[in-house]
């Protein structure tokens, strides 16, 4: 076992599975989409725009959540799609942010058709809710040094869980390295630093952990050199 030198409590690695749970609320055309986005649970927001990277469609996803590719393979509304799309959810506070966003843009939308497009009766939007199972490890880290030799050999699942879910978990909405690496003071300040450049959302899980790897792989590097 590591050394436990610095003080700080060790970053304990857990795995996850996000669960879908059927709501039983659906909508055929934007009026009922923006009817159920008023009332519908938060987790149904969440799922419908991080599910897809836990689940992942065969090949690349033409557009980056399930309302924009909603609007354009059921409703046929190619400019409401593309506005959707560019969604970021990390741009917003809370999901009833986020959900405020959806509304506002499928408002303007409703203002601009003069004709309800509707869905066929099978492909109908279906509202389903997220629920992450949370599943401990045996992997355990005292010092950034170390978790950074392995930050590519964790399971891409273990990645969404503190990379991305933590964000939401977490008050101050950080994820769970930069959370651990404050405990270490100024020490890990520049690799906090840059972790906070990375947008996890346009991409995907494996491409994100990637990225992770190369962040922290250079900063030792950095050090070591220096």
Known sequence: MENHASGSTPFIVNDCALLAIATGRRAQNLKEL?????VIH????????????LHPRFGEPEYSNDFAAWSRHALHDKVLAER??????????????LRQELIEIIEQRLDEREVLAWAQ??????FIRALTVVFRTDLQFFTPEALATRV?????SSIFYHFIDARRRNENRLD????WLESFGERYESLSHSLAKID??????????????????????EVDGG
């Open 34 to 38: 923006r009817d159920q986005l008023l």
């Open 42 to 53: 938060p987790g149904s927001i969440y799922f419908h725009f991080w599910g897809n990277l």
């Open 84 to 97: 959707l799309s560019v969604v970021d959810p990390n741009s917003y506070n809370t999901l009833d942010e």
């Open 121 to 126: 009766p099978d492909q109908q939007f279906e």
């Open 152 to 156: 590519g050999q964790l399971s891409v």
């Open 176 to 179: 769970d390295f930069r959370n």
């Open 200 to 221: 996890p959302y346009f991409t995907t899980l494996a491409s994100l952990r990637e990225e992770l790897a190369h962040v922290f792989s250079s900063y030792l590097c």
